[in-house]
């Protein structure tokens, strides 16, 4: 089976959701990681001049005073062919510090720069010494600050602070408002996927408009790798890629049409780009992903310690990039592997 992909999406956003680049680092970023590349390598600006410094470890680097409206909103515009949206973190641990500040800087600079905000939902660093954050009102004030085209990220994450209320066990109210005026959805899998948050999720009827990866340094397996990453906020051990990561929403329930639009045509509306890529038609780029679906019984996990065993496994072969091929030889792909019969 073969479809057109967002290359862009593809590898652009398998780094956080779009590369999450600081706006003081975008020319490095441009020279030594966009132009050099073989795909398109696109990036959604971090709201935070310090971008993604270090994995995230030091919250008191993320709050209002480390935001430059102007000049994050000056650096978009400068650079329209590489930055497609914006990325900051509606979590407990900055809402116990500085509330929503931080959200409501980055929708400035979204509506600024005429671009998407896309939200991370979940926990990411401990709440503030003798705070506590009610996850449910943390949701109920972040989703009306969203807009037509704006992203949720991390619908199935397994920490506080996701699509289902801690108060009812059920998908919050407001989540489908925000959906019915446009809202979409990402799943942003990375370290943050959950099994039993995603069939709920998706139970209830809400199916991901687009499969970010989220695959970074700390949440892959990196063969050899001599430093301890367990202390990093997104630190994951569940081996996945993205075409794991779709073999997780097909064994969920999703078709395979539904699944193969979350990374391709999909994606290139949300970057502002389907008139360039994301289908197989004359005129557009030949940027083509070659899959194979393995019939069988296959492993799959999640970092709650969750797995189950899915009939079907979607693995990468090729990409043509442009007409060039690529084959998918990358070791961190992980391993299509059977499970034995007990």
Not at 175 to 182: F, I, M, P, S
Request: charge should be negative.
């Amino acid at each position: 089976m073969n479809f057109a992909s967002a290359q862009s999406y593809l590898l652009g956003l398998i780094n956080e959701h779009a590369s999450r680049r600081s706006p003081n680092r975008l020319d490095r970023f441009r020279a030594f990681i966009a132009e050099p590349a073989k795909t398109r390598v696109l990036c959604f600006i971090s709201a935070y001049l310090v971008g993604g410094l270090e994995g995230h470890y030091y919250p008191e680097l993320y709050g209002p005073d480390q935001v430059n409206v102007a000049h994050t909103v000056r650096v978009a515009k400068e650079n329209p062919d590489i930055v497609r949206g914006i990325k900051a973190h509606a979590e407990i641990g900055g809402a116990s510090r500085w509330g929503l500040d931080v959200i409501k800087l980055g929708k400035e600079i979204a509506r600024g720069a005429g671009l998407p905000l896309y939200i991370h939902l979940g926990q990411l660093w401990p709440e503030k010494e003798g705070t506590h954050i009610d996850p449910d009102e943390l949701v109920r004030e972040l989703v009306p600050l969203m807009d037509e085209g704006d992203v949720l990220a991390h619908p199935f994450t397994r920490h506080p602070g996701g699509f289902i209320s801690t108060e009812t066990g059920d998908v919050h109210p407001i989540v489908w408002a925000a959906l019915e005026r446009g809202v979409t959805v990402d799943v942003g899998h990375g370290s943050h996927f959950s099994f039993d948050m995603a069939r709920q999720v998706i139970a209830a009827g809400i199916k991901p408009y687009t499969l970010g990866a989220d695959m970074h340094g700390y949440n892959v397996k990196i063969p050899n790798a001599g430093d301890d990453r367990s202390a990093n906020p997104f630190f994951g051990v569940a081996p996945f890629n993205l075409t794991n990561a779709m073999s997780k929403i097909l064994h969920l329930g999703m078709s395979l049409n539904d699944v193969v639009a979350t990374v391709t045509s999909n994606p290139a509306k949300m970057l502002g780009m389907a008139d360039t890529i994301g289908t197989l038609a004359p005129g557009r780029e030949a940027d083509v992903s070659v899959v194979e679906i393995l019939n069988g019984a296959f492993e799959l996990s999640d970092n709650s310690g969750v797995s189950v065993t899915a009939a079907k496994m979607i693995v990468p072969v090729f990409c043509l990039r442009a007409g060039e091929r690529f084959v998918a030889s990358s070791p961190l792909v992980p391993p299509a592997v059977e499970k034995i019969a007990a």
